[in-house]
């Protein structure tokens, strides 16, 4: 059997670690601090995302990198909460990669922001693979889509700095067991911080403005 996939395979990760290093020290050098922000599609990414622009608003300067397959309506909702957005379509690509997200930061005002968040393309395995340059991943996991997620996709809960438990405010309605996802969430990865929210109701969501401001401020301080 042919193995000429799995040089292919090492080759292009190892390109894209090192655009992403490239980007990396971008952030850095600008003082950026930059989160890769994933989950399956209709988690609740955007969501999130207006729900903590709108938190943030006056005192943390922030810009969205959007990632999808096709059309530009994710970026259209952020740019209408204020902030800079610039919208990535793969054209059928599962994930984003280092060099996607290089070529976007060239349209962004890099100098007078402290946080860029990148929402990947919607997907619970491809973006796991791709570093992009970011300092941490943030993982989205609704309620709607089972408590079995953590344990059919580990490296997504294994890399993430933070796991987001979404539409909590549905749990009354279907079955879904929020403590056996934080037992095999915390099983793949012990350090992991994990939030139950609903960016519908609100709740939950003031856990996770505070973590993300104290990396914002810890991160000025470097």
Known sequence: MSQVNVPVV????QAN???AAANRKRFEDAGIYALNLMSSPGAGKTSLLERTIEKLAGHVRMAVIEGDLQTSQDAERIQRKGVQAVQINTDGGCHLDGNM????MDALDLGNLDLLIIENVGNLV????FNLGEHDKIVILSVTEGDDKPSKYPAMFQ???VLLINKIDLLPYIECDVEKIRRDARRLNAHQEVFEVSCRTGEGLDAWYAWLEEHVRDHRKR
């Open 126 to 129: 491809c973006p796991a693979e």
């Open 159 to 161: 890399q993430s700095s």
């Open 101 to 104: 997200v290089q070529i976007a």
């Open 17 to 19: 670690e090192r655009i």
């Open 10 to 13: 090492r080759n292009i990760l």
